[in-house]
């Protein structure tokens, strides 16, 4: 009998804009979510669910074998904001934030995290993204840093 890897890691990766300003606009946000997943298919990236916020990023993701979570952020972070800002799709020039969160996600949770960042809108009727990425840290145990 042969061994092989066998390895299923998922990841809810989380990231905003520089000083979480709203600066993603309605008819931006339909764009960016398509370019996004252009580069996710490109990179090989399989992608559960993706959600663009006027302020923020959800993406759930299988992590490939082969690959770094910084590596992965950074493509899509870096790739995006140069397309915003080649396409002059916000005025003055677009960044995202220092960082990212990236929580382990199990199997048997996917479905309801899906569901979660599927209703991203809803969820933020009442909590604001600041809340909601600190409630994320505590739940995982992780020291919020400025």
């Known amino acids: 009998m042969s061994i092989h890897s066998h390895i299923k890691i998922i990841l809810h990766v989380i990231w905003g804009t520089h000083e979480r300003t709203r600066i993603l606009h309605a008819e931006l946000r339909p764009k960016l979510f398509e370019h996004l ?12 669910r993706l959600n663009v916020q006027p302020e923020h990023i959800h ?4 992590l490939p074998a082969d690959c770094a979570i910084a590596e992965i952020v ?5 790739e995006s904001s ?6 002059n799709l916000i005025v003055g020039k677009f960044r995202w934030a220092r960082g990212y969160a990236a929580l382990s ?5 996917m479905e ?3 569901q979660y960042i599927k209703n ?12 909601e990425y600190r409630e994320f840290l505590t739940k995982y145990g992780i020291e919020y840093k400025e």
Do not use: A, Y
């Open 59 to 62: 993406l759930l993701m299988e």
């Open 105 to 109: 996600v199990s199997v048997s949770q």
């Open 37 to 48: 997943k252009s580069s996710i298919l490109r990179m090989k990236i399989k992608s559960e």
């Open 112 to 114: 309801k995290v899906k």
């Open 120 to 131: 991203q809108d809803r969820h933020h009727h009442r909590q604001t993204f600041d809340e």
């Open 74 to 78: 950074k493509q899509l972070k870096g």
């Open 82 to 87: 140069n397309w915003i800002n080649e396409n």
